[in-house]
């Protein structure tokens, strides 16, 4: 009898301990799904690397159709990278906020299949159908909807800069602005163009192309003089034209405007006299003068010509917010040539300053061959300076819907220069022209959120380094508890 009892308390204590385990386990795997579910993981991060930012958040609240992110890697090896795994938690954050309607991915792009059914689950059939991915690549973000499909390089995911030994450091993370603004251009209904003309020995656009594409455009170079601007463009550009305009070209831009298009065109120090050109401004009201600014107090990079100026408030009039968010803004830019409303500022109504030089501490030297220093001397002209304007004309659409074209004339490559971009985001001048682009875009709206700062002795915390805690607290804790239990039981049986 004493042995049937002693085997009872030992397969009762047996089957409690094995319930015990397995509603372990059972709680450890409806955790691990709850983490997946609704991002149930603590950032420790001193940045708040995983953190959404306020505008990732608001736009992610407001995603009600599915989109799926299929990202070219097994996830066991980016899992195994600290920088990948950070952007594998981050996409898992976005699936969850968005209650998994941002469906995420890996697939081993050596295979040539994925989870996709409306093109047979075939790699290939999704690049033929959409010619943003021919140049898709390992490692690459495939945001694809039902209207269509674009790729964000890993690469673009990190700010670089080169240490003292000439080896690229990641400095900083701006997952949020190349994610939110891909799934801006998939998802907007009509996508806007901005057309940029490279005929006239115009100046690199690049790091504008990023600001505007970021913005929900898609852009395209052209030759004026032999092709014609496409149907969809919102905006065409000519940054800092060498040579000058045919009149063949202007009747284009006239005949682009008159059905409600828009115009930029970039002036600098280097940009000669232009007849053609001028007498198309002037007819809008505004002369390019054959001057250079300096600034005796707001050069904020002397050796480079670097100096001051503010956005206007109001310089985008169609869209209020932008005339609050651009309110007082300094912006750096390379020394500018300043603009002169021909009629008199004031007198045309829709004749707007956007940018101007900070104060009366600016100075004007006359570029026409009798300077004879570049410091200041009692005949130069005083600031402050407009370098930037916008004349606005109503007209009408090929729909007959009323509708403003814009032409904005600025003084100064100020918007697209590579030196001031490595300095900042402030003087690489991207709140106004993020606004510039959200004013002049009739479908999309305005991106722009800073990269995060990865060089400031923060703790990372990978989704695999969160999935090992787990495991610890969930399962190796308890274990260790009930052995020691058990221990501390069988030496007070054999007391």
Same mark, same amino acid.
């Given at each position: ?5 002693? &085997? ?5 204590? /047996?089957?409690?301990?094995?319930? %015990? ?17 609704? %991002?149930?993981?603590? $950032? ?8 959404? !930012?306020?505008?990732?958040?608001? *736009? ?23 920088? &990948?795994?950070?952007? !594998? ?21 050596? /295979? ?38 674009? @790729? ?26 190349? +994610? ?31 600001? *505007? ?9 052209? #030759? ?18 060498? +040579? ?11 005949? +682009? ?28 009201? =505004? ?10 107090? #707001? ?40 603009? @002169?409303?021909? @009629? ?7 004749? +707007? ?14 570029? $026409? ?45 100020? *918007? ?10 402030? %003087?690489?001048?991207? *709140? %106004? ?18 990269? @995060? ?7 990372? =915390? !990978? ?23 058990? &221990? ?8």
């Amino acid at each position: 009898m004493k042995m049937i009892e002693k &085997l009872k308390k030992h397969s009762f204590s /047996l089957i409690v301990t094995v319930i %015990f385990l397995a509603l372990i386990v059972l709680v450890n795997i409806f955790v691990s799904m709850l983490t997946e579910r609704f %991002f149930l993981k603590l $950032d420790l991060t001193e940045a708040g690397i995983f953190t959404l !930012s306020d505008r990732a958040a608001e *736009f992610l609240s407001g995603v009600n159709e599915t989109v799926d992110i299929v990202v070219m890697a097994e996830e066991s090896t980016w899992l195994a990278n600290n920088n &990948l795994a950070m952007i !594998s938690t981050i996409l898992t954050n976005y699936s969850a906020t968005t209650g998994g309607r941002i469906r995420v991915q890996y697939v081993n792009p050596d /295979l040539n299949v994925f989870d996709g059914p409306n093109y047979g689950n075939s790699l290939s059939a999704l690049v033929e159908a959409h010619t943003e991915l021919t140049d898709m690549t390992r490692n690459d973000i495939v945001f694809i909807s039902e209207r269509r499909a674009t @790729r964000v390089p890993v690469a673009s995911l990190f700010v670089q800069r080169t240490d003292n030994f000439g080896r690229p450091v990641e400095t900083s993370l701006r997952v949020d602005q190349e +994610f939110i603004s891909a799934l801006v251009y998939v998802l907007n209904e009509s996508i806007a163009r901005i057309v940029f003309v490279e005929n006239h020995g115009e100046d690199s656009t690049e790091h504008m192309r990023q600001i *505007f594409e970021r913005s929900g455009y898609i852009s395209s170079s052209i #030759n004026l003089a032999l092709e014609e601007i496409p149907e969809d463009t919102v905006l065409v550009v000519s940054a800092a034209p060498k +040579f000058d305009f045919l009149s063949e070209e202007i009747i284009k831009l006239e005949q +682009f405007m008159s059905l409600g298009g828009n115009v930029m065109i970039i002036y600098d120090f280097n940009t000669v006299q232009l007849p053609v050109l001028d007498a198309f401004l002037a007819e809008w009201g =505004v002369a390019v003068e054959n001057k250079l600014i300096f600034d005796e107090e #707001n050069t904020f990079i002397p050796q480079h010509g670097v100096i001051g100026a503010v956005v206007s408030a109001g310089a985008l009039p169609s869209t209020e917010a932008s005339a609050v968010f651009t309110l007082d803004i300094p912006v750096g830019i390379r020394t500018a040539r300043p603009l @002169r409303a021909v @009629r008199g500022e004031g007198v045309m109504e829709n004749m +707007f300053p956007l940018v101007r030089t900070v104060s009366a501490s600016s100075y004007a030297k006359a570029l $026409d061959g009798t300077v004879t220093t570049w410091e200041r001397e009692p005949g130069d002209a005083s600031g402050p300076f407009t370098i930037a304007y916008n004349i606005r004309h109503l007209t009408r659409d090929a729909e007959g819907t009323q509708v403003w074209a814009n032409l904005i004339v600025v003084g100064a490559a100020m *918007f697209d220069d590579p030196f001031l971009a490595i300095f900042s985001e402030t %003087f690489y001048n991207v *709140f %106004f022209l993020a606004d510039l682009a959200n004013d002049l875009n009739p479908f999309g709206e305005r991106v722009f959120i800073p990269a @995060r700062n990865l060089a400031t002795g923060h703790l990372l =915390v !990978s989704s695999a380094g969160a999935r090992t805690v787990l495991i610890l607290m969930v399962i190796a804790l308890p274990l260790l508890i009930i052995a020691a239990g058990i &221990l501390i039981w069988r030496r007070r049986r054999h007391k």
